[in-house]
């Protein structure tokens, strides 16, 4: 059994920081990319930033510099640094990764069940 956990979420004011982190759990053999998605209400899931097994990252222009994805390999761990928050990045935010399992060695597509980050005054 494969998981991904997140945490770090909650309530932050305009112009606030928080970091949120994954980590994977289960038999694994291998993780590939890793990557940080978001769902704002009423809307559709939509990715943020994706990182590499060798840290080569991706953001999406809508991130504005503001947001850095990183990750432990031996942790098994990534984590998403977000600065300078807007109302407007309010959302679940949801760690995704492709990992393959040990017992199998097949690869597969894995979600976590998401954390909340609200940004309000």
């Known amino acids: 059994q494969v998981q991904l956990v997140e945490s770090g979420g909650g309530l932050v004011q305009p112009g606030g920081s928080l970091r949120l982190s994954c980590v994977a759990r289960g038999s694994i053999a291998s993780i590939n990319t890793m990557a940080w998605y978001r769902q704002a209400p009423g809307k559709e899931r939509e990715l943020v930033a994706t990182?590499?097994?060798?840290?080569?990252?991706n953001y999406v222009d809508s991130t504005e510099g503001r947001f850095t994805i990183s990750r432990d390999n031996t942790k098994r761990t990534a984590a998403l640094q977000v600065n300078s928050l807007k109302p407007e990045d309010t959302a679940v935010y949801y760690c995704?990764?492709?990992?393959?399992?040990?017992?199998?060695?097949?690869?597969?597509?894995?979600w976590g069940k998401g954390t909340l980050v609200t940004v309000s005054s």
């Open positions: 995704n990764a492709v990992i393959r399992r040990s017992a199998s060695l097949t690869w597969g597509n894995y």
């Open positions: 990182i590499t097994g060798g840290g080569v990252t």
